[in-house]
C-alpha cells in the first residue's frame, strides 16, 4: 500500500540487494537468512533511486527476535541502463551485531551481465565464547558466512531469448570456496529447465562447514523443472 508492506516475506537484507546470481545453489557460501514478517517502507524516486527500510523478526532459534527490538535492514540502489548499484546494512536486534552487502551489476552487452558482491559484517557477540544464551556459532541472521568478509562474483549469458548460460564464484574469511554453474532452457513461456553443476571447497574449522559436506571437496549436480504461472 504505497510503498507499505506488512507480512510474512524474504528479508530485505536478500531481496533489495538481488540475492546472489542466477544460479539454484546460490547459498553455498551463505549471504544472509531468508523468511522472515517483516513492516517495512520502500521508496522509488523514479529517476534510478530507490530506498528501502525494514523492520525485521527474523526466524529460527538464533535469528527470532527475543525482545520487543526488532532486526532493522535499510537499503539504497542507483539504477541504470547501464547496470545498478545497492548497498544493504543490517543490524541484528539479538546479538547487537552490524552486516553489510554491496553490489554492482554491469549490463556489459545486451547478452552479458555482470555481478560482483561483498559483504562485511562484526562478528564479536556471536562467537562460541561470548556467553550468550545460544550460541550462534560465528553466524547470526544476517552474517551467516565464515569470519567478517566474503564475496560473490558471477554472470549470465544469454545464447537466445530461451537459453542462458549462469554462473556464480563465493569465497569467505573461513576458506569456504563455492562454485556452481547452469544453463536454463525456456521451453515454452512459463516452463524452464535447469541443469546445474555445484562444487564446494570447505573451511578448515567446523563453523566453516555451513553445507555440512564430508568431504573437503565436493561435487553435485540437479535437473529442475519449474512452472511459472
Same mark, same amino acid.
Given at each position: 500500500l504505497?510503498?507499505?508492506r506488512?507480512g510474512?516475506d ?8 538481488g540475492y ?5 545453489q ?5 549471504y544472509?537468512d531468508?523468511?522472515?514478517n517483516?513492516?517495512?517502507?520502500y ?6 533511486f ?6 525485521e523478526e527474523?526466524s $529460527? ?13 535499510g537499503g ?10 545497492t548497498?544493504?546494512?543490517?543490524y541484528d536486534?539479538?546479538?547487537e ?14 547478452a552479458?551481465s555482470?555481478?560482483v558482491?561483498?559483504?562485511?559484517g ?12 545460544i550460541d550462534a $556459532?560465528?553466524r547470526?541472521?544476517y ?5 567478517n568478509?566474503?564475496?560473490? $562474483?558471477?554472470?549470465?549469458y ?11 564464484? #563465493?569465497?569467505?574469511?573461513?576458506k ?7 544453463i536454463?532452457?525456456d ?5 524452464t529447465i535447469?541443469?546445474?553443476v555445484?562444487y ?7 563453523? #566453516? ?5 564430508q ?7 540437479m535437473?529442475?523443472?519449474?512452472r511459472?504461472?
Amino acid at each position: 500500500l504505497g510503498g507499505l508492506r506488512v507480512g510474512k516475506d524474504e528479508s530485505d537484507f536478500n531481496t533489495f540487494i538481488g540475492y546472489a546470481g542466477n544460479v539454484i545453489q546460490d547459498t553455498l557460501v551463505p549471504y544472509g537468512d531468508f523468511d522472515t514478517n517483516v513492516i517495512q517502507y520502500y521508496f522509488d524516486a523514479g529517476n534510478g533511486f530507490s530506498a528501502v527500510l525494514s523492520l525485521e523478526e527474523g526466524s $529460527g532459534v538464533v535469528g527470532t527476535i527475543d525482545s520487543y527490538v526488532p532486526h532493522v535492514v535499510g537499503g539504497l540502489k542507483y539504477t541504470q541502463g547501464w547496470g545498478a548499484i545497492t548497498g544493504v546494512v543490517a543490524y541484528d536486534a539479538n546479538y547487537e551485531e552490524v552486516a553489510g552487502k554491496v553490489r554492482l551489476d554491469v549490463n556489459a552487452t545486451d547478452a552479458i551481465s555482470l555481478f560482483v558482491m561483498a559483504g562485511y559484517g562484526t562478528d564479536d557477540n556471536l562467537l562460541d565464547d561470548a556467553g550468550n544464551a545460544i550460541d550462534a $556459532g560465528g553466524r547470526g541472521f544476517y552474517k551467516q558466512w565464515s569470519g567478517n568478509w566474503a564475496i560473490w $562474483g558471477g554472470a549470465t549469458y544469454k545464447f537466445n531469448e530461451k537459453t542462458s548460460f549462469n554462473t556464480q564464484l #563465493s569465497y569467505d574469511e573461513g576458506k569456504n570456496f563455492g562454485a556452481a554453474a547452469n544453463i536454463a532452457y525456456d521451453i515454452v513461456p512459463g516452463l524452464t529447465i535447469t541443469a546445474e553443476v555445484d562444487y564446494i571447497n570447505v573451511g578448515e574449522d567446523t563453523v #566453516s562447514d555451513w553445507t555440512n559436506a564430508q568431504d573437503d571437496d565436493a561435487i553435485g549436480g540437479m535437473v529442475r523443472f519449474q512452472r511459472s504461472f
